[in-house]
């Protein structure tokens, strides 16, 4: 799996977009880019995945750069729950998943 | 049913003791997974069962001993442990097989104390 690297912390004010930004500059074209996050105590939460395209769901968005060495996670209104550790892992269908450090995000009032 | 279910929550053992963690899928998943966690630090992926087998160990000391009775349980068996041992011990599940592509699903995990 491609290395990747991110902030390792950042504050967000609630009610504001949350920008989490991750390098993946050695990602192989068979790689995706997924997004787990963990809120304390808990096992980790999987947000979303994108291999080229950028993604949505109900919980956040996924802009993958057209080169796919970097990407950002967009959390569009951010609440003191999103309050959690975010991981940014590269790795290829069906391998296994291996965690980095991440980055720990404190949503402030 | 969309969740994976670890019990214990909590366990608190001896050095001498032998203890089993369980985890249990109804999502139809082939894969499961055993990770360890220790405080502020990410999780370190310990075991993989793909089709009820094991397909990776990631060279865990013999005293944990995975165990997958059926595609919905996973169990880790535990005998002689030491206190560094203690950590959170998470459960995961996903659909499996080399081209699937998707999210895993994690269990709240046990924390495990060894005194």
């Keep these: ?109 | 049913d969309t969740e994976v279910t670890q019990t214990p929550k909590h366990l608190v053992m001896g050095m001498t003791n032998k203890k089993s963690l369980k985890c249990e899928q109804h999502m139809g998943h082939r894969a499961m997974y055993w990770y360890k966690q220790k405080a502020k630090k990410p999780p370190e992926l310990m075991f993989v069962y793909s089709y009820e087998k094991l397909s990776i160990n990631e060279s865990v000391p013999s005293r944990f001993s995975p165990e997958c009775p059926n595609s919905s349980l996973l169990n880790l068996h535990l005998h002689a442990l030491q206190p560094e041992d203690s950590a959170l011990y998470l459960c995961a599940s996903s659909q499996g097989g080399g081209d699937r592509v998707g999210g895993y699903t994690f269990g709240s995990g046990t924390r495990l104390t060894v005194v």
């Design chain 1, 1 to 109: 799996d491609a290395k990747t690297t991110q902030p390792t912390s950042m504050d967000c004010a609630e009610g504001r977009a949350a920008n989490l930004p991750c390098n993946h500059s050695t990602i192989s074209g068979n790689e995706y880019v997924y997004w787990y996050r963990q809120i304390h105590s808990q096992g980790p939460q999987y947000i979303i995945h994108g291999l080229k395209n950028n993604e949505t769901n109900e919980m956040a968005s996924l802009i993958i750069t057209e080169d796919r060495k970097s990407s950002t996670l967009i959390l569009p209104h951010a609440t003191l729950r999103d309050t959690a550790v975010y991981y940014c892992i590269a790795s290829a269908a069906g391998n296994k998943l291996t965690f980095g450090g991440g980055t720990r995000v404190l949503v402030k009032p």
